[in-house]
């Protein structure tokens, strides 16, 4: 018999699954374990995706519901895999524990460059892994090396086609093709978690809906620049004539943010209504279906633009760009999708010419845009990517200018060889030992004369 592991950490990621099976992306399996797993930073203090309102419209597609945190407890299963040795025990002792005894093994997992998925992964040696991506992040490059002995199991990567005509980077250094899970039955699913969505306060008809994030916990800005950030997106909503603003946090934003948006929209005059209850982004565009959506980097302002037909904005992705460290930060990608696609909130007349039902973008700009992405999946992991390499020289060479700048790094660039980088005379230098020895001599000259002074 065969038993096929789904293993999910977010109930968004749940419902991908939901829409995979539904839409016959998986065969037939005699069993079908659903592996929940919380890699929030307190998991002790933060509910299961199975413990979510929604979830049981989403649970009589597993035959079992099991949990990866139990598994491994005490640990955090976000900082743990079995050491090369244990292996072949922890396989034994999960087939015991879970009776699955001489079954054939099938994975379904997220994220697989990290732990759990990475773990479970190892665990099952042999095992066929199929990696499904819920997000943005499927357009970028793989975030780490992954071990031949996981990696060349890998058959296929299924994602949501959240910028229709865009390939997946993802893996494709293991010859992984991609495979699209069905947009319709995708939103079928999303319509059974707003249906069992927990009762809502009264929200206006047709509000501009700004998506909080919590990028002070990634250490991308500080709390005091979320803060503002989330200032810039009510300001933007209101400059654009919308009175009526409903803000949906992040789950682990402090409450003082909402706050400081209640007495920023009092100045303004709008009425907000901050939205406290946790639910996806995706039950408030049926509940409420908003005039505008306005966001950072969130993969829920494509799924509003391209399956729900919403009108959005983004802000902030240019100090983004600048900020995540190292380049190969995993975001970088998705970041640049929502900078280079969607209009700015300050841009009034791009985000009029969206108007109601607009869609996915263009077939010209998606070309364009996965020209962009395929430069700086490169730039990100030239060792993962090398066959990348030519598709950057060409990008770089016939998109000079500022504009092109802004998504990489001159210091990148250099270090690379590619186009824009600094002058092919001046290139020596930084790795030149005399230039070097003399440079650090000059600073050390320097500050034993500032201190003389």
């Known amino acids: 018999m065969t038993t096929r592991i789904f293993l999910a950490s977010t109930l968004y990621g749940a419902a991908t699954l939901a829409a995979a099976l539904d839409a016959g992306c998986f065969g037939p399996a005699g069993r079908r374990i659903l592996l929940v797993c919380n890699t929030t930073a307190n998991p002790e203090t933060t509910p299961s995706l199975d413990d979510m309102p929604g979830f049981a419209r989403l649970r009589h597609r597993f035959d079992e519901v099991l949990s990866w945190n139990e598994t491994v407890s005490p640990v955090h299963p976000g900082g743990w895999s079995p050491r090369p040795d244990d292996v072949p025990l922890w396989e034994r002792h999960l087939r015991l524990l879970w009776d699955l005894g001489d079954d054939d093994v099938e994975l379904a997992v997220e994220s697989i460059q990290v732990d759990p998925a990475l773990a479970v992964c190892r665990i099952f040696t042999g095992a066929p892994v199929t990696v499904y991506a819920d997000g943005l992040m499927s357009y970028g490059p793989t975030r780490n090396k992954i071990d031949p002995l996981v990696g060349t199991r890998i058959d296929r990567l299924l994602h949501l086609d959240l910028v229709p005509g865009l390939r997946p980077v993802l893996l494709t250094e293991f010859g992984v093709e991609p495979e699209v899970i069905p ?271």
């Open 183 to 453: 947009a319709d039955t995708f939103v079928e699913v999303l319509a059974q978690l707003a249906d069992a969505a927990p009762e809502l306060p009264e929200l206006p008809d047709g509000p501009a809906l700004l998506l909080g994030q919590y990028l002070a916990a990634l250490d991308i800005l500080t709390a005091e620049e979320e803060e503002a950030l989330h200032v810039r997106m009510l300001r933007g909503a209101v400059a654009l004539g919308h009175t009526r603003v409903v803000f949906k946090p992040h789950p682990s934003a402090p409450a003082r943010w909402s706050r400081t948006l209640e007495q920023e929209a009092a100045r303004l005059g709008a009425e907000l209504t901050v939205l406290d209850v946790p639910v996806l982004a995706e039950v408030l565009y049926q509940r409420a279906r908003p005039a505008l959506v306005v966001g950072c980097f969130s993969t829920a302002l494509l799924t509003a633009s391209t399956l729900y037909g919403l009108p959005v904005a983004r802000t902030g992705t240019g100090m983004l760009l600048e900020r995540l460290t190292p380049y190969e930060n995993s975001n970088r990608v998705p970041v640049t999708i929502v900078d280079a696609l969607l209009p700015d909130v300050a841009d009034a007349a791009a985000v009029a010419g969206q108007g109601p039902g607009s869609g996915p973008a263009a077939p010209a700009a998606v070309a364009a845009l996965a020209e962009l992405v395929r430069a700086v999946a490169f730039a990100m992991r030239p060792r993962i990517c090398p066959g990348l390499r030519g598709d950057a020289e060409r990008y770089l060479a016939a998109h000079p200018g500022p504009h092109t700048l802004r998504y990489f790094k001159r210091r990148r660039l250099t270090a690379l060889g590619l186009p824009g980088g600094v002058p092919r005379q001046l290139a020596f230098i930084p790795r030149n030992a005399t230039v070097r020895r003399l440079a650090r001599q000059a600073r050390a000259l320097r500050r034993r004369t500032g201190r003389r002074a």
